[in-house]
Each structure stands twice: as C-alpha cells, then as structure tokens.
C-alpha cells in the first residue's frame, strides 16, 4: 500500500484462495482454542476485512462444523499414519470433572517409531 492508501499490484502477491483462507482460519481457532462466536465479532470482522475485502467470513455455526470437517480428516491421516508406521499403541484415560460440574476425558496414545520415520517427519 502507497501512502495515499491505494493497493499497489504486485506479481509477487499470492493468489486469493478463500477455501485455503477459511482453512488456515479453522486451523486458528482451533489452535488458539478460541470460541467461536468470536467469528462474529465486529472488530474480528473490521481486522479480517482490513487484510483482504475478498475473504468472505463465515459465521460460528459454519465455523463449528468446518472443524469437525478438520477432525475427520486428521484423524484418518492419523489412522494412516499409526497403520503404516506403529505396530502397537498404548491408550491412558483421564476423567475429571470441572468446576462448573462439567465432565472431561483426555485419551493419551503412545507409540514407537522407528528412528528413520522421525527423521522423515521433521525434515
């Protein structure tokens, strides 16, 4: 952007792509750990609109289901992963109860790879 506020083109600009934007935006709140009423919040909305009018924002209902999408597909990444690579996985359970009386379970998954597969992930 030039001082009078005008967007300068550029060829080294990427191309829009709002189904890679709405990803990387799931992505974020799941990450973050964000509620996803937050989507809707004005000034949310004023920022994502001030990085790029294009991106049509969605609403917490789309966003909700957008990231069970996302769960699905990591977990079959991760069932294909744990098929290919792990021959056994130890699972733990832990339940508690929060202050508000609400319940929780964590499940743990421990597994052994080979050093070669490691070596191959993190390069």
């Given amino acids: 952007m030039n001082v009078e506020g005008q967007v300068i083109s550029s ?4 191309r829009f792509d ?5 990803y990387l935006l799931v992505k ?4 973050m750990e964000l509620p996803f009423n937050k989507v809707e919040h004005p000034d949310f909305q004023e920022f ?4 790029n009018p294009k991106f049509n924002l969605i609403s917490r209902t789309t966003l909700a289901r957008d990231t069970l999408l996302l ?10 992963f744990l098929a290919q690579h792990c ?3 130890s699972l733990t359970a832990d339940t508690w109860t ?7 379970m964590c499940i743990t998954a421990a597994h052994r790879v080979s050093l070669t597969v490691m070596a191959c992930a993190y390069l």
């Fill in 11 to 14: 060829p080294l600009m990427p």
């Fill in 28 to 31: 974020m709140f799941v990450g």
């Fill in 98 to 104: 929060s202050v508000q009386n609400l319940c929780y």
């Fill in 87 to 89: 021959h056994r996985v």
């Fill in 71 to 80: 769960w699905d597909v990591e977990k079959a990444k991760m069932k294909n």
């Fill in 18 to 22: 709002q189904e890679k934007l709405r």
């Fill in 48 to 51: 994502v609109n001030g990085l």
